[in-house]
């Protein structure tokens, strides 16, 4: 108790405070006050002195202010939810792509379709690209229409297939691994349908592009791939012959123009080069 009384004493003993001269020993200023005031004028400013620095490096923004931090989050959650919503996307599309698929092996033709497909599109957007037949395409049709209308070909039959591009086949057709094939052809080149039927799906994957899916009636169907761009819809009546797309490189399965072809019947692929020659 003593120690402390008398500690207590010595702080509230009134000191004179001053600053002399060194040349002449002149007084240049003092005040006078208690040591206990004096602790706690220094410790006040050295608090004051804490916090406006602290104040100061977060209103500059530097390291510890968390305005940084805070940037780079909301940066991060912006490209979490664009990731979120492309994926979002890519598993609905993918989606639309199996339904019509599954439609095909199933051999059922929509009437009212609510897949989505691709708005269309005006000749103006291809500038010199021909996409209407050629005479021998039309007598070629004229001829497959004949024969159906006059019963000359038989359930059994298989039908007369058209190629839908002339090229080089650079990727034969593989059961397993590769259920098509792929014709090395010319940019923007129109593809035809090979045979007439009706547009199950036109539309867009991540993987294979712009894809258009016919269904030809009879156990048979075709898909065509990698397209630049779909000249049909989802439910369009098309003949044998008539440019359903345009030959591209879309999608990240695709390494340069050309187009991945598949024929199916009886809800499983077959070899198209068995039924079409796609050589020029």
């Known amino acids: 108790m003593g120690?402390?009384?008398k500690f207590v004493d010595?702080?509230?003993k009134s000191l004179k405070y001053?600053?002399?001269?060194?040349?002449?020993f002149e007084e240049v200023w003092s005040f006078t006050s208690t040591r206990i005031r004096v602790v706690s004028l220094l410790v006040v400013l050295l608090l004051g002195t804490g916090f406006g620095m602290s104040f100061f490096i977060a209103w500059l923004g530097g390291p510890g202010s968390g305005k940084n931090d805070t940037t780079i989050e909301r940066k991060q959650l912006e490209e979490q939810f664009e990731k979120i919503a492309a994926l979002e996307e890519?598993?609905?599309l993918r989606n639309q792509y199996n339904a019509a698929l599954l439609k095909i092996l199933r051999g059922e033709v929509p009437i009212h379709s609510n897949i989505d497909s691709l708005a269309e599109v005006t000749d103006s957007d291809y500038g010199s690209i021909q996409t209407k037949p050629s005479e021998s395409e039309i007598e070629v049709s004229k001829k497959v229409k004949d024969d159906m209308r006059t019963g000359?070909?038989?359930?059994?039959?298989?039908?007369?297939?058209?190629?839908?591009?002339k090229g080089v086949v650079s990727d034969e057709y593989k059961k397993d691994s590769h259920?098509?094939?792929?014709?090395?052809?010319e940019k923007n080149e129109s593809i035809k349908a090979c045979l007439s039927g009706t547009v199950l799906y036109a539309g867009f994957t991540r993987q294979d592009g712009y894809i258009v899916?016919?269904?030809?009636?009879?156990?048979?169907?075709?898909v065509y791939k990698h397209a630049r761009k779909a000249l049909k819809k989802t439910g369009d009546r098309v003949q044998i012959g008539d440019p359903v797309a345009i030959v591209g490189s879309t999608g990240s399965n695709s390494t340069g123009p050309h187009l991945h072809f598949e024929l199916w019947y009886n809800q499983s692929p077959v070899n198209p080069e068995d039924y079409i020659t796609f050589t020029r």
């Open 179 to 185: 259920p098509g094939i792929d014709v090395v052809t």
């Open 152 to 165: 000359n070909r038989t359930e059994a039959a298989i039908p007369y297939f058209k190629s839908p591009v």
């Open 90 to 92: 890519e598993a609905q």
């Open 10 to 12: 010595k702080s509230r």
């Open 18 to 24: 001053s600053a002399s001269d060194p040349t002449n």
């Open 3 to 5: 120690f402390w009384k």
């Open 213 to 222: 899916i016919l269904d030809h009636g009879n156990g048979y169907s075709s």
